[in-house]
Each structure stands twice: as structure tokens, then as C-alpha cells.
């Protein structure tokens, strides 16, 4: 017995494995296409801030003044903080608790008690 495949046959077995060739190349080159500018953008974005310090380096700040008395607080003054809004450092006395407030060169401008604050152990 002898099988005889015809010549449509062949055509359309390749004309197939053809067609599926082309959809995968087709489906690769849209995809490329839409992930393209993502890929840009991250690669913009490592050439922008890849080799940046980051801005709060405390390394690079160094102390003019390595200490200074503030006239009016006599011991125990922790806790200081700097505010850019109003340009003043901001302290906690611990014994009695107080809140004070500075200018920048050290000098005291204002004070405030704490009620109901105790030492906690």
C-alpha cells in the first residue's frame, strides 16, 4: 500500500509552519516596540542619577564650632533640631523640662515650660 500526499499538501504544511515563523517574529518585534521606551527611560534615568551622592550625605558636613555655651541654660539641653521656616534651632531642657528656641549663632530667644512631662526611667 502506497501513500500518495498530494502537492496542496506539502504547500500548506510549509505555507503553515511559515505563517507561525512570521506571527513570532511579528509578536516579538511589537513587544520590543512597546517596552522600548521604558527601557529608555530607565537607562536615562541611571545616566542622570546613577553616580549622584545622595544629598544627605552626613560625611561631608563638618562642625565650624565644636561646642558652645548658650547663655540662660545651664545643664541637660538635648534633643536639637533646626527648622528652615523659621531659621531657628528648637531644644529640649530635661531638668526642669523646657522647651527652647535659638537663633543660629547660639544666642537664646525664647523659652517654654513643659507641664505634665516627667523623667521616665
Same mark, same amino acid.
Given at each position: #500500500? /502506497?501513500?500518495?500526499?498530494?502537492?496542496?499538501?506539502?504547500?500548506?504544511?510549509?505555507?503553515?509552519? @511559515? @505563517?507561525? /515563523?512570521?506571527?513570532?517574529?511579528?509578536? %516579538?518585534?511589537?513587544?520590543?516596540?512597546?517596552? /522600548?521606551?521604558?527601557?529608555?527611560?530607565?537607562?536615562?534615568?541611571?545616566?542622570? !542619577?546613577?553616580?549622584?551622592?545622595? +544629598? %544627605?550625605? @552626613?560625611?561631608?558636613?563638618? +562642625?565650624?564650632?565644636?561646642?558652645?555655651?548658650? +547663655?540662660?541654660?545651664?545643664? =541637660?539641653?538635648?534633643?536639637?533640631? !533646626?527648622? +528652615? &521656616?523659621?531659621?531657628? @534651632?528648637?531644644?529640649?531642657? =530635661? =531638668?526642669?523640662? &523646657?522647651?527652647?528656641?535659638?537663633?543660629? &549663632?547660639?544666642?537664646?530667644?525664647? /523659652? #517654654?515650660?513643659?507641664?505634665?512631662? #516627667?523623667?521616665?526611667?
Amino acid at each position: #500500500m /502506497r501513500y500518495d500526499i498530494s502537492r496542496d499538501a506539502i504547500c500548506y504544511g510549509f505555507f503553515m509552519r @511559515l @505563517l507561525k /515563523r512570521v506571527i513570532v517574529v511579528v509578536l %516579538l518585534g511589537v513587544i520590543l516596540f512597546m517596552v /522600548r521606551d521604558d527601557i529608555r527611560y530607565v537607562y536615562q534615568l541611571i545616566l542622570k !542619577y546613577g553616580d549622584k551622592p545622595s +544629598a %544627605l550625605a @552626613l560625611s561631608s558636613y563638618k +562642625a565650624v564650632i565644636q561646642q558652645k555655651p548658650v +547663655a540662660g541654660v545651664k545643664s =541637660n539641653l538635648s534633643g536639637l533640631t !533646626y527648622s +528652615a &521656616e523659621d531659621r531657628m @534651632l528648637f531644644a529640649v531642657i =530635661n =531638668n526642669p523640662p &523646657e522647651l527652647v528656641w535659638l537663633t543660629t &549663632e547660639g544666642q537664646l530667644v525664647g /523659652r #517654654m515650660p513643659l507641664q505634665g512631662i #516627667m523623667k521616665c526611667l
